[in-house]
């Protein structure tokens, strides 16, 4: 099997295009660990990965949790192959409706979270293995209604530069995803209603060029690239976003 012998940890696993990525590892042959907040999604995701899989209650904003999961993961699966940082959350909001504690929610999962996992997880990564990390096609240009959580993939980015260099002694590559708009139970963003998804998703459909929104699946197969076969690319971003952030004309 493709992965068979290798070791992973999905953060923010438990559903969506994290647990797409998950499934296929674990159909690959991988040993999987995958993290995510939600008690009844963790569970979901426990009988959704079977016992291949160690699906691990962490939130990643949270610096104790954090620790604990490095000595969890050590536990469980020892040296890892790959690590990939899918975590992220937004809050749609018009920037004078931005509070405090929207700014810091966003910020201290996508950005902070995302920097302290991999500071505290890189140790267990076999030299040679490698790090995803997911962004968003929001991290460059403007969006209304988004302007902190673009900033905090921005920033994302940033660290997967920062991490690639200084990973390179060891032989880890450290790569980005960039999806556009995916068919995800939440579509990636916090508290939206049954019609505001709905609209969110008309809008997505509109404004991509392959008019349509991609699959969790599509995301994973990416991610899976990077991590696995991409062996001559590090600090790159890869987008898989129908188009969305290429410069190429949507058709009339
Ligand atoms: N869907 C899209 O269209 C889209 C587009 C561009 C970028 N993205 C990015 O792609 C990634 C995945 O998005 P998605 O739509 O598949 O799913 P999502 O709703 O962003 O959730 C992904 C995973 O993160 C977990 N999670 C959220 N907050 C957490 C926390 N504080 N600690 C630990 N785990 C946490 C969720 O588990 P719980 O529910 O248990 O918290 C879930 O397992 C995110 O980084 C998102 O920003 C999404």
Same mark, same amino acid.
């Given at each position: 099997?493709?992965?068979?012998?290798?070791?992973?940890?999905?953060?923010?696993? /438990?559903?969506?295009?994290?647990?797409?990525?998950?499934?296929?590892?674990?159909?690959?042959?991988?040993?999987?660990?995958? /993290?995510?907040?939600?008690?009844?999604?963790?569970?979901?995701?426990?009988?959704?990965?079977?016992?291949?899989?160690?699906?691990?209650?962490?939130?990643?904003?949270?610096? +104790?949790?954090?620790?604990?999961?490095?000595?969890?993961?050590?536990?469980?699966?020892?040296?890892?192959?790959?690590?990939?940082?899918?975590? #992220?959350?937004?809050?749609?909001?018009?920037?004078?409706?931005?509070?405090?504690? +929207?700014?810091?929610?966003?910020?201290?999962?996508?950005? &902070?979270?995302?920097?302290?996992?991999?500071?505290?997880?890189?140790?267990?990564?076999?030299?040679? #293995?490698?790090?995803?990390? /997911?962004?968003?096609?929001?991290?460059?240009?403007?969006?209304?209604?988004?302007?902190?959580?673009?900033?905090?993939?921005?920033?994302?980015?940033?660290?997967? +530069?920062?991490?690639?260099?200084?990973?390179?002694?060891?032989?880890?590559?450290?790569?980005?995803? +960039?999806?556009?708009?995916?068919?995800?139970?939440?579509?990636?963003?916090?508290?939206?209603?049954?019609?505001?998804?709905?609209?969110?998703? &008309?809008?997505?459909?509109?404004?991509?060029?392959? &008019?349509?929104?991609?699959?969790?699946?599509?995301?994973?197969?990416?991610?899976?690239?990077?991590?696995?076969?991409?062996?001559?690319? /590090?600090?790159?971003?890869?987008?898989?976003?129908?188009?969305?952030?290429?410069?190429?004309?949507?058709?009339?």
């Amino acid at each position: 099997m493709r992965y068979e012998g290798t070791n992973a940890v999905v953060i923010g696993g /438990t559903h969506g295009m994290g647990l797409a990525t998950a499934k296929m590892l674990v159909e690959g042959g991988a040993k999987v660990l995958v /993290t995510g907040r939600n008690g009844k999604n963790v569970e979901d995701a426990r009988r959704e990965l079977g016992t291949e899989a160690h699906v691990v209650r962490s939130d990643a904003s949270d610096m +104790s949790d954090i620790a604990l999961l490095a000595a969890v993961v050590g536990q469980k699966l020892g040296r890892i192959d790959f690590l990939h940082v899918n975590v #992220g959350v937004a809050e749609l909001e018009p920037f004078e409706q931005v509070t405090e504690a +929207s700014y810091d929610r966003q910020f201290n999962v996508n950005t &902070k979270g995302a920097f302290f996992t991999v500071q505290r997880l890189s140790p267990l990564i076999r030299d040679g #293995g490698s790090i995803v990390m /997911t962004s968003s096609v929001a991290d460059e240009g403007g969006e209304a209604g988004m302007s902190v959580y673009s900033a905090t993939k921005a920033a994302l980015v940033s660290f997967a +530069s920062g991490f690639a260099v200084e990973l390179l002694g060891r032989g880890i590559r450290v790569n980005v995803v +960039s999806p556009g708009f995916i068919k995800t139970p939440t579509k990636g963003v916090a508290g939206l209603s049954a019609e505001e998804r709905e609209a969110f998703e &008309k809008i997505g459909n509109e404004v991509t060029p392959m &008019k349509r929104h991609g699959t969790p699946e599509e995301v994973a197969r990416a991610v899976l690239f990077l991590a696995f076969e991409a062996t001559f690319t /590090t600090g790159a971003k890869l987008a898989v976003d129908g188009g969305l952030g290429q410069k190429i004309a949507a058709p009339q």
